[in-house]
């Protein structure tokens, strides 16, 4: 029996995803979906009961983690978690109690590389997609950018105002950038790790403020660069819309600061292929991007997912 417990920000991928390929190998699947989405695990496991999935060999059962969760890690034979480094090491711990197997996807604080022969029109927008999308409620999500010192001054005011104009709002329409946060707590965090940079001392260089025009959970993609040392924005997980611009002399002090963190799950180096070939296996990211800022490595098929360090143990959707 494989216990997978999913998080809210990607509701069906992160909650059938993994439990699939479980079932596919000869497994039974419990299931606990995040307390705020499950609906959309209970709609998809229904879909798999229509096909002629057996009830029983896939159960959904919804509740809190102190509940639930601690009851699937308590009885199964093997855990999947996707969430937080705090509550994988807890579960970890419970796993190494019972002598079981666990795969668990963590935290990040995904770094990505502007190098000085970077395609900078590229990059700007693959920067942009890779820190905003899903208002940056991504595990794989772009939240420091080190930009070569030649190419600062082209790089970041493109950049910057490539955020500046993005189209933010309520609904579904295509032209819509970014929306809303997810929930109250996660607001409160994002804007309380953005005020407490600014009030160190960080620059603004695009948003930085909520947005209660557009509705109660709606913040600015924001853009900060001068973040001083000490500050958690610059070292802890946001799980929001923001990111870090810092200048850096080369390429190769870009990767020393991206290394320089107890996460490894992501990162994304703009450069040419034939360099990447040499830089990309010098980051300690389970995956690392060229000319992209996540969507190469998660698409690709037969490419496995994991972290290194605080950002997770085992690999998924391939051998690792």
Request: glycine share 10%; net charge negative.
């Amino acid at each position: 029996v494989v216990g997978v417990i999913s998080p809210w920000n990607y509701p069906l991928t992160l909650a059938v995803s993994d439990a699939l390929a479980a079932l596919m190998a000869g497994n039974a699947i419990v299931l606990k979906p995040d307390s705020t989405t499950p609906f959309t695990a209970l709609f998809a496991v229904d879909l798999l009961y229509r096909a002629g999935l057996p009830e029983d060999l896939f159960q959904v059962i919804p509740g809190p983690g102190r509940v639930v969760g601690q009851g699937i890690v308590g009885q199964c034979d093997f855990l999947m978690f996707t969430g937080s480094s705090e509550t994988g090491r807890s579960l970890a711990q419970q796993c190494g109690e019972r002598l079981i197997s666990f795969s668990a996807e963590l935290g990040g604080k995904n770094p990505l590389i502007v190098a000085e022969d970077a395609n900078i029109n590229r990059a700007v927008e693959g920067a942009r997609i890779g820190c905003f999308t899903n208002s940056g409620h991504l595990c794989v999500s772009i939240e420091r950018i080190y930009v070569v010192d030649s190419v600062w001054d082209e790089f970041v005011p493109a950049f910057t105002d490539r955020v500046k104009a993005m189209s933010i709002g309520a609904g579904y329409e295509w032209e819509t950038e970014m929306g809303c946060l997810q929930s109250q707590g996660q607001f409160d965090i994002v804007k309380s790790m953005v005020d407490e940079a600014i009030e160190a001392g960080a620059t603004v260089l695009a948003g930085g403020r909520p947005r209660p025009d557009l509705g109660p959970l709606f913040y600015e993609p924001t853009v900060l660069t001068d973040v001083p040392e000490g500050v958690a924005l610059l070292t802890e997980e946001v799980f929001g819309p923001v990111v870090v611009l810092q200048r850096v002399s080369d390429v190769h002090e870009a990767i020393a600061k991206s290394n320089d963190s107890r996460y490894g799950l992501n990162a994304s180096l703009w450069t040419s292929p034939r360099r990447a070939k040499e830089l990309a296996p010098q980051l300690e990211a389970g995956t690392v991007n060229v000319n992209d800022g996540f969507a190469a490595a998660f698409a690709s098929v037969d490419a496995p997912m994991g972290g290194f360090k605080d950002s997770g143990v085992g690999r998924r959707q391939a051998a690792g």
